[in-house]
């Protein structure tokens, strides 16, 4: 964790450095976001496979009797589901609903959690989790103590199953494994952000260059490459998963992302927020989040541009790229009118002042074949 002002060099720095990535800071984090090229880059990870430098989120501990139950009151899904070694995404809310973070969490073993968190919010999560963590219940914060990698991509498992061949069973998708790197515990978890197949491996901080190292060693014949932030961002909105801070926020409620099948309303503790959620879906949403397609050229949405239906503004971009696989611009949008919601709904985009064309579309605006 960093003071106010301090730029943190993720366990893997040096590593970039050699590589002559292009370095900017990042939610209070000096990363990549190029090593080449964005393009290149996206393009590895939807033929190939590609390496991420996920070093920079947090990693919590959470365990003790009554831990399920207890996180059940903060999470919107039920943990109450998870057996031993599965995951599952869920969001942690303020008492108006808005969000605080959208994590992972994995069940390690009964009442013995594995938290993912966003790296900008490693010290508000601690705080909220600590201030209302009951007796009983031991939450550890292991984020200075983790290096962690995301490999993801069509190949990613065969080159895992290469570089791990003492791991002897892979996890499914959203599970997680323990197995031994170099004589130390580590974990492989089946998730990712991308939109492809692929796993998150967790490792002490000291192996964190040596596993980074080893695994582009053993890919190099498969096609992989290290991959920046940009690659991520433009692989995570074709797939349409949410960026916290963007398309969720302390004003964006999950039911408004679209995120619905990720709150339990009917598991038997209450969590934190979830009245108002319940208000807002008895008297009907009042934001919708969309995906959308450019269709007539023009300059990529971006955050913040305006969105209009029949003349009239109906919301605005939360996230927005170019597409390298679509090679057309998309984005997601928070929309407020109900008719402009459908796929298939010509809007448009004000964008430096001029309007282009779009259309919504189903999400996620790629899937993998």
């Known amino acids: 964790m960093s003071d106010a002002g301090t730029v943190l060099k993720s366990p893997l720095h040096s590593a970039h450095e050699k590589l002559n990535a292009r370095l900017v800071e990042f939610a209070g984090w000096c990363m990549p976001v190029f090593y080449k090229s964005i393009i290149e880059e996206h393009h590895a990870v939807r033929k190939a496979a590609g390496l991420f430098d996920i070093s920079h989120m947090g990693e919590f501990r959470a365990k003790g009797p009554g831990a399920t139950a207890w996180l059940n009151t903060l999470f919107t899904n039920d943990t109450r589901k998870l057996k031993p070694g599965g995951g599952q995404y869920t969001l942690m809310l303020k008492e108006d609903g808005g969000v605080i973070d959208d994590l992972i969490i994995y069940l390690l073993e009964p009442d013995h959690f594995y938290l993912v968190v966003n790296a900008s919010m490693i010290a508000p999560d601690l705080e909220w989790l600590m201030t209302h963590k009951p007796e009983g219940i031991t939450l550890t914060n292991e984020s200075d103590e983790t290096a962690a ?67 582009l060693t053993v890919g190099k014949n498969r096609g992989i490459l290290p991959i920046g932030l940009g690659a991520r961002d433009t692989l995570r909105l074709e797939a349409c998963l949410p960026l916290n801070g963007h398309d969720l926020g302390p004003k964006i409620m999950p039911l408004h992302a679209g995120l619905e099948k990720f709150v339990c309303f009917t598991k038997p503790e209450k969590f934190i927020g979830q009245y108002q959620l319940e208000m807002e879906r008895g008297h009907g949403l009042r934001y919708h989040s969309v995906a959308l397609i450019m269709t007539a050229g023009g300059p990529p949405p971006r ?62 605006l790629y899937k993998r074949p």
């Open 149 to 215: 990698v995301a490999l993801q991509g069509p190949v990613a498992l065969d080159i895992f199953k290469e570089a791990f061949p003492q791991v002897a069973t892979i996890p499914m998708r959203n599970q997680i494994v323990t197995f031994t790197y170099e004589g130390q515990s580590a974990y492989a978890a089946r998730t990712g952000y991308t939109g492809e197949d692929g796993l998150e491996i967790f490792v002490p901080v000291a192996l964190g260059i040596q596993l980074w190292e080893h695994i």
């Open 303 to 364: 955050e913040h541009y305006e969105v209009f239906y029949m003349g009239k503004r109906v919301g605005e971009v939360t996230s927005g790229t170019l597409s390298p696989t679509l090679q057309k611009g998309i984005g997601m949008a928070l929309i407020e009118h109900d008719d402009a919601c459908a796929p298939g709904t010509n809007i448009e985009i004000s964008i430096r002042g001029k309007n282009y064309p779009a259309v919504i579309q189903p999400k996620p």
